[in-house]
């Protein structure tokens, strides 16, 4: 089983729909919990880092289960630009390293 | 502010050519890693330097040798470049530690190296 797994999808949603994906981690250690997104051909850029009570941050919420060991995001009110393909990341509690997730892939359809 | 450099950003090799990929941070950043990306695997770690002067291996070290030069720099060798290696190869760097676990990554824009 893989430290990390995400939905590969392609998820295809039409402009100003709500979108949510799952993440699903098998280290109980896991500490630290991210979301990135990968634009084509591009690096990955930290969306945002993901709290045990939940965040926001406009219109992308991230969610934390540690009970059922799986983060959440949701895009509301999706935009065009929101196309990208989509990293779940962990970090295991005293680790240097973090294990990435195969993404999963978002377009946004007009 | 250039965050992560790498240079180059394109590289093209015939199998056997040996080859080093730079890494560069301004950030003042401690700890900086450098990974592979193949269609289908996600991002997997090759080697990281948790500090200056000290490096280890991760998730597949094979074919590659690292050397952290001092803070800034962290670079990435290929030996003997095999058709395996081809592949999106980033750095990254981190201001981490086991107090501030919740610092994030920054990624340089990658090397895109082609073994014929």
């Known amino acids: 089983r893989k430290e990390v797994e995400q939905d590969p999808g392609p998820f295809n949603v039409p402009e100003g729909a709500t979108v949510a994906f799952n993440c699903t981690y098998s280290?109980?250690?896991?500490?630290?919990f991210f979301w990135y997104r990968q634009d084509c051909r591009k690096e990955p850029k930290l969306l945002m880092s993901v709290y045990s009570s939940g965040n926001e941050d406009g219109r992308f919420t991230a969610q934390l289960n540690r009970a059922s060991q799986y983060i959440s995001l949701l895009i509301r009110d999706s935009k065009l630009s929101d196309s990208a393909t989509y990293l779940c990341v962990v970090r295991n509690f005293g680790n240097e390293k973090l294990t990435f997730g195969t993404g999963t892939r978002l377009t946004i359809i007009p | 502010n250039a965050g992560v450099t790498q240079t180059p950003k394109f590289q093209v090799l015939k199998t056997g050519q040996s080859m080093t990929l730079q890494c560069a941070q301004d950030?003042?950043?401690?700890?900086m890693y450098w990974y592979r990306q193949d269609p289908g695997m996600g991002l997997r770690l090759i080697y990281y330097?948790?500090?200056?002067?000290?490096?280890d291996k991760g998730e597949v070290p094979n074919g590659y040798n690292v050397s952290r030069l001092n803070k800034r720099e962290f670079s990435l060798r290929l030996e003997s470049a095999a058709p395996s290696q081809t592949s999106v190869y980033f750095c990254a760097s981190s201001e981490v530690g086991r107090v501030n676990s919740n610092q994030p990554q920054h990624f340089g824009d990658g090397t895109r190296l082609s073994i014929l």
């Open positions: 950030m003042n950043h401690n700890s």
């Open positions: 280290n109980s250690a896991s500490q630290s």
């Open positions: 330097s948790a500090s200056e002067g000290t490096t």
